[in-house]
């Protein structure tokens, strides 16, 4: 068993920056995959990136290639999302999620990770 707590989340103006953080706990982590995903209201949640967390192998979105950051501490058992030159499209709730070791690539798919924090709001004004 995994639990995911987000933190970080707030309101910032467009061009701004925040940095999103998930604490993990619960079984060893192997090489579990740790994903952030969004979700705007009324949209489906979709993925932002996600690292291996053993090799630290990441994966992002196109959207989010070159403003968002993705790190992890292992010694601390925690995951960033630094995310910069935000844009109000970017305004939603933002999930940290942990998917069981796969031989397979890293999944952008929500619906295949097994375990989810409470979620983070970041809303940006324009």
């Known amino acids: 068993q995994v639990q995911l707590v987000e933190s970080g989340g707030g309101l910032v103006q467009a061009g701004g920056s925040l940095r999103l953080s998930c604490s993990v706990s619960?079984?060893?982590?192997?090489?579990?995959?740790l994903g952030w995903f969004r979700q705007a209201p009324g949209k489906e949640r979709e993925f932002v990136a996600a690292?291996?967390?053993?090799?630290?192998?990441?994966l992002y979105a196109d959207f989010a290639k070159g403003r968002f950051a993705l790190s992890r501490d292992n010694a601390k058992n925690m995951v960033y999302l630094q995310m910069n030159s935000l844009k109000p499209e970017d305004t939603g709730v933002y999930y940290c999620?942990?998917?069981?070791?796969?031989?397979?690539?890293?999944?952008?798919?929500?619906?295949?990770?097994?375990?989810w924090g409470q979620g983070t709001q970041v809303t940006v004004s324009s």
């Open positions: 999620a942990a998917d069981r070791p796969s031989p397979f690539p890293i999944d952008t798919m929500w619906n295949r990770y097994d375990y």
């Open positions: 619960g079984t060893p982590m192997n090489n579990y995959r």
């Open positions: 690292v291996t967390w053993i090799e630290g192998n990441t």
